[in-house]
């Protein structure tokens, strides 16, 4: 697979980033699946994965749904979607497939690719649409995808720059504050799950169920604690390099994560992460 920045992502499409989105598929595996579960996915679906990135929630799905069902992906990284293929084509499930494009308008590509509206039962959408910067008609998009009765599905993030450590730290913190700042100006909403249920039932929709994901809080050595340490050698030197920290507050940044990391006192509130499902009437 030939890795590239492209420009379209803050958080880089390079190699790292790649192994660092896979490693953050596994750990969240559980959270997705349940809700998988409470949207009643099983075989014969048909499945439209927005913003599929690599496509590793999609080969997950796709073993759901099965050979009877399909999975169909839509990413505006090139790279992405070329690893996406390869993998489906590795793993044998050719009811996946991939495609490159907008997410905002995917009606529009998969119109393009002869994919007609009113043809998924399930929607799924994971981190992103915490990134665009027209939630509205993104919404809106993939809802004329979805059957009569089909869901949308959504995982993000919600109050993300609550995240802390304990003990406090003052460096951690203005880190996080950087990271929120750099995703709003690159259009982006770190807050976005307070306002997608009211977005969901403007486009038609009827909520179903909102929670947060629930997961085990974080302490050092757990595998959870891995989660952003696998983000920080990705993204902290791009933040730096894009001007939202300086050199000394990613050294701070980066001595306080160490001495965190070795305190047995210590545990995470992560940026909460949470779920809705929403329905298309009959």
Known sequence: MTTTNEPEYVLGTNEAELHRLGFQHRLWFVPAHRLWERAKLSPGMSVLDVGCGPGFASMDMAQIVTHSGRVVGVD??????????EQAIGRKQPHASF???????IDQVLGNQGITPGSFDVAYIRWVMCFVDDPTTTIQSIVKMLKPGGKLLIQDYFNYDSMRVAPPSEAFERVIQAIAKSWVEHGGDTD???KLPRIAIDAGLRLD???QAQIETPRPGTTMWNWPDSFWPVFIPRL???GFITKDEHQAFTQSWIETSNDPAAFMHLPPVYEMIATKPQ
Do not use: P, Q, R
């Open 76 to 85: 505006e990284s090139s790279s992405y979607i070329e690893f996406a293929k």
């Open 99 to 105: 495609h490159v494009g907008d997410v905002t308008n």
């Open 192 to 194: 976005i799950m307070g």
């Open 209 to 211: 169920h909102v929670a």
């Open 240 to 242: 730096e390099e894009l």
